[in-house]
């Protein structure tokens, strides 16, 4: 007997069929399809799994509904949790467990939790890393930035060097407002490595531009090399770099890192590399090459 291949749902309407006159073994076989059609994946692919558990556990008909929702629920908050991962462009996977704390004395663990918790974040505050090379900026910023993700929030990962590159791109094209309204769009906008390299000369206008946009609107999590009194010499203009402070350090965390870099401290765990005389790692245009250990 050939059957049709509409599912049973949409041939009866939208009235519920009544169970005496359904025919329930034709639900059944339409069961995947109407799974489908509802977007209930998590369901259908661990359907039997999830049912062979409900039966074992004697679960009643409403508390087996609950447990196929958690199923789904679970499901669908990881795929738009690894969604937003990717969409956010972290450049590497790191979290605040990895963090060592120890490692880095300046930074105050409990400053480092408190940021978090992403009250920041609701508050649309910014946060400010500064610290020469290798002491964990960029590490925090994602871990941060994840934490942002996890609680809901869009979030995007840059460079300063991209983000400049792309709005002085799109001054040139005509295409700045469509990129400083991009810019604009996350709730949280990562700006990772301000200061290393020279920016071009109207960088400072066009940053100004797209921190006023989002000034009180949106989170900015900004991390340099440089400290906030060099900024005029970063962006090659006084008052320009005074009107980005103003707006960026009003409402704003900041977390100023001093140290050795992390990454000299494991080479010289591993005996490649000796301390330099005085210690401290000093800010500039980036990490040395460690040169091998002599043989004394
Ligand atoms: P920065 O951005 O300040 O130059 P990074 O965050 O890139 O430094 O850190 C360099 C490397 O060292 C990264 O792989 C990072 O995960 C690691 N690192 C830095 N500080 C720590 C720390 N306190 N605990 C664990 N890993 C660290
Ligand atoms: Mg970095």
Same mark, same amino acid.
């Given at each position: 007997?050939?059957?049709?291949?509409?599912?049973?749902?949409?041939?009866?309407?939208?009235?519920?069929?009544?169970?005496?006159?359904?025919?329930?073994?034709?639900?059944?076989?339409?069961?995947?399809?109407?799974?489908?059609?509802?977007?209930?994946?998590?369901?259908?692919?661990?359907?039997?799994?999830?049912?062979?558990?409900?039966?074992?556990?004697?679960?009643?008909?409403?508390?087996?509904?609950?447990?196929?929702?958690?199923?789904?629920?679970?499901?669908?908050?990881?795929?738009?949790?690894?969604?937003?991962?990717?969409?956010?462009?972290?450049?590497?996977?790191?979290?605040?467990?990895?963090?060592?704390?120890?490692?880095?004395?300046?930074?105050?663990?409990?400053?480092?939790?408190?940021?978090?918790?992403?009250?920041?974040?609701?508050?649309?505050?910014?946060?400010?890393?500064?610290?020469?090379?290798?002491?964990?900026?960029?590490? =925090?910023?994602?871990?941060?930035?994840?934490?942002?993700?996890?609680?809901?929030?869009?979030?995007?990962?840059?460079?300063?060097?991209?983000?400049?590159? &792309?709005?002085?791109?799109?001054?040139?094209?005509?295409? =700045?407002?469509?990129?400083?309204?991009?810019?604009?769009?996350?709730?949280?906008?990562?700006?990772?490595?301000?200061?290393?390299?020279?920016?071009?000369?109207?960088?400072?206008?066009?940053?100004?531009?797209?921190? &006023?946009?989002?000034?009180?609107?949106?989170?900015?999590?900004?991390?340099?090399?440089?400290?906030?009194?060099?900024?005029?010499?970063?962006?090659?203009?006084?008052?320009?770099?005074?009107?980005?402070?103003?707006?960026?350090?009003?409402?704003?965390?900041?977390?100023?890192?001093?140290?050795?870099?992390?990454?000299?401290?494991?080479?010289?765990?591993?005996?490649?590399?000796?301390?330099?005389?005085?210690?401290?790692?000093?800010?500039?245009?980036?990490?040395?090459?460690?040169?091998?250990?002599?043989?004394v």
């Amino acid at each position: 007997m050939a059957r049709s291949k509409q599912p049973a749902t949409a041939r009866a309407g939208t009235t519920v069929p009544s169970a005496e006159t359904v025919d329930i073994a034709q639900l059944v076989e339409d069961l995947d399809a109407m799974l489908t059609r509802l977007r209930l994946g998590a369901i259908r692919e661990q359907l039997d799994a999830l049912l062979e558990e409900a039966a074992r556990r004697e679960l009643n008909l409403r508390e087996a509904l609950a447990w196929l929702c958690a199923a789904e629920v679970a499901s669908k908050e990881q795929r738009r949790l690894s969604m937003a991962m990717t969409i956010a462009h972290f450049p590497f996977v790191r979290t605040l467990e990895g963090f060592e704390f120890e490692a880095q004395p300046s930074i105050d663990p409990s400053k480092i939790r408190d940021l978090a918790t992403c009250r920041w974040v609701a508050n649309g505050d910014n946060v400010v890393l500064l610290g020469p090379p290798g002491v964990g900026k960029t590490h =925090l910023e994602v871990a941060l930035g994840r934490e942002v993700v996890a609680r809901g929030y869009t979030v995007q990962f840059t460079t300063a060097m991209e983000l400049l590159g &792309s709005l002085v791109k799109g001054q040139q094209q005509g295409t =700045l407002d469509l990129r400083l309204a991009q810019y604009s769009k996350p709730k949280l906008l990562i700006i990772d490595e301000l200061g290393y390299l020279p920016l071009e000369p109207q960088a400072g206008h066009l940053f100004f531009q797209l921190i &006023s946009r989002r000034y009180e609107q949106g989170s900015v999590l900004i991390s340099s090399n440089r400290p906030v009194e060099e900024w005029d010499e970063v962006f090659g203009d006084q008052v320009v770099a005074a009107a980005i402070l103003d707006r960026l350090l009003h409402h704003s965390h900041v977390v100023t890192i001093r140290g050795d870099s992390y990454r000299l401290r494991e080479k010289r765990r591993s005996g490649l590399f000796r301390p330099q005389a005085g210690g401290s790692s000093s800010s500039g245009s980036g990490v040395k090459p460690p040169p091998p250990a002599k043989e004394v």
